[in-house]
């Protein structure tokens, strides 16, 4: 599965909101991945990310295997670190860390990387990812050594999404950290969204449908659920 990122910039054009399930095969096994993933088939997500910040397991390529065989979605690799590549899946989310100062995770990761990617067949789409404060510190804020944007810190936000875009990234990702106290504002959203011209993301901290939706409406054209469907497999049942 290719063209990944051209059907995420038709659906952007067309005003078609996506919605992507993040999987953390920290926290799933093998045997969980086959019922999530008849739960997902019954969602109504468009992709599905796979991977965490603190992830260093074994099972990843067949837990995506798996993943793909049942739900038929594309798979996105969302990446903490260069071991959580997998050739199964079909693209990966090529992460710079553009709110923090780790050279870790602005380049040395992806150097790391190389090797690996040019070997795989894997879409790879760079994607500017702004860490923004959930309320709480996260495993992405621990892991990273590195502070979170304020919510009330609206331009710093944008400049910062809008840098990323003149660095030629494809996808600005806004995101308040798994199991977040508080997603980032419709305010922040809005703004950012108004003024980059590439397809925007935003997760952490979703818990209700409802908060989608609004999610949506500030501008976001993909939505990521993780901890909210971790914790309750019937979340879109509801």
């Not at 910039?9 to 919605?19: D, G, P, S, V, Y």
């Not at 969980?32 to 260093?56: D, M, W, Y």
């Not at 690996?116 to 860490?131: D, F």
């Not at 502070?147 to 995101?175: R, S, V, W």
């Amino acid at each position: 599965m290719q063209n990944l990122y051209s059907n995420i910039l038709l659906a952007k054009k067309n005003r078609q909101k996506l919605l992507a399930v993040l999987i953390d095969p920290e926290k799933v096994s093998i045997e969980q991945a086959v019922v999530l993933g008849e739960k997902i088939k019954k969602s109504p997500a468009t992709h599905i990310f796979v991977g965490g910040s603190t992830f260093n397991g074994t099972h990843l390529d067949e837990l995506i295997s798996v993943i793909k065989t049942t739900t038929q979605l594309p798979v996105l690799i969302f990446p903490g670190h260069p071991s959580q590549i997998s050739n199964e899946a079909d693209g990966i989310l090529f992460l710079s860390l553009l709110s923090g100062r780790n050279p870790e995770y602005l380049i040395e990761h992806h150097i790391n990387s190389v090797d690996i990617l040019a070997k795989s067949n894997l879409e790879i789409i760079p994607t500017g990812y702004l860490l923004i404060d959930g309320g709480k510190e996260t495993a992405v804020q621990r892991v990273s050594q590195t502070q979170p944007i304020e919510q009330n810190n609206i331009e710093l936000a944008y400049k910062t999404a809008k840098a990323g875009e003149f660095l030629g990234k494809k996808l600005i990702y806004l995101e308040a950290g798994s199991g977040a106290n508080q997603h980032v504002s419709l305010e922040m959203i809005r703004y950012v969204a108004q003024n980059i011209e590439i397809p925007l993301i935003v997760g952490g901290g979703i818990r209700f449908m409802k908060t989608i939706q609004e999610v949506y409406n500030a501008g976001a054209d993909l939505v990521v659920i993780g901890t909210a469907f971790e914790n309750d497999s019937n979340f879109f049942s509801l």
